[in-house]
């Protein structure tokens, strides 16, 4: 359980995130995520890296039950240095990052897929941020890379998922596959990445990132300070009591406790 990574033939790293049962990931398991990906871009004999997952979905978002069981705000700002720690790590790897989705992928699950190079998805795979209906925000910033912002911003606001067929139709998802096929070709594009010269890639790389329109680290930062008032004014806490009360969001925002 945790975080695995292995070297393949090839000049393939692969990560693996692995936290049952739904891959939830604690606030410590975000920054080991970050170092995984990080010290794969580092090895030379790295030449791209596949971020995969075990189980039912690919990734669940922040683990809340951490987070309500632990007094104060610490949890809430690992978790949120942690996101970031490991969004970024997918942006700043020094190799191109192909990540093989299966099942769901919500929450933070989106911020890691939307700073990708290339994503494949199993058919069964659907993409959404249910921050709203957690009292929170966040990876809006990489939901708009993924789909066109009217789209984004319909999906942000009522929490709605889209599948990976229609992303796939928004040209964001590369290839949709049957599950079991999924990690065959994620291993597929990434091998003809890694036949290339690791020098120019890695250039490549760099050159992608420099001519980005968009921060994406400042502007994930900006959303999460939202969020950290949302904290202070009392809001989230009601949102996240009632989803591990009941698993569901709230079916009145403007309800109060007491």
């Known amino acids: 359980m945790g975080i695995r990574s292995a070297s393949e033939p090839g000049g393939i790293t692969t990560v693996t995130v692995d936290y049952p ?6 606030s410590r398991g975000w920054f080991e995520l970050a170092d995984a990906i990080l010290d794969a871009g580092r090895n030379p004999d790295t030449h791209v890296v596949i971020l995969r997952a075990e189980g039912r979905g690919f990734n669940a978002g922040v683990d809340i039950k951490e987070m309500q069981a632990t ?3 610490g ?5 949120n240095r942690g996101c970031a720690a490991a969004f970024a790590a ?3 790897c020094a190799v191109p990052v192909v990540v093989a989705v299966n099942g769901f992928c919500v929450g933070g699950g989106i911020g890691l897929v939307g700073n990708a190079d290339v994503i494949v998805a199993s058919d069964d795979a659907v993409f959404g941020l249910p921050e709203v209906d ?4 966040g990876a809006a910033t990489h939901l708009a890379r993924l789909v066109p912002q009217h789209m984004m911003r319909t999906l942000y606001y009522t929490a709605q998922n889209v599948t990976a067929q229609q992303l796939q139709h928004f040209g964001s998802v590369y290839e949709v596959v049957p599950r079991e096929k999924l990690d065959d070709t994620a291993r597929d594009i990434a091998a003809k990445i890694a036949a290339k010269d690791t020098r120019v890639i890695r250039c490549a790389k760099e050159a992608i990132n420099g001519i980005d329109p968009v921060d994406v680290k400042t502007s994930y930062r900006l959303e999460q300070g939202y969020t950290f008032e949302l904290n202070l004014a009392g809001v989230s ?8 009360e009941t698993g569901k969001p709230r079916s009145n925002s403007n309800n109060r406790k007491g």
């Open 237 to 244: 806490d009601e949102h996240r009591d009632e989803f591990v």
């Open 75 to 79: 949890a809430l700002v690992d978790a």
């Open 90 to 92: 997918v942006y700043d």
């Open 71 to 73: 007094d104060g705000y």
């Open 134 to 137: 957690r009292g929170a925000l």
């Open 21 to 26: 049962p739904v891959n939830a990931i604690p």
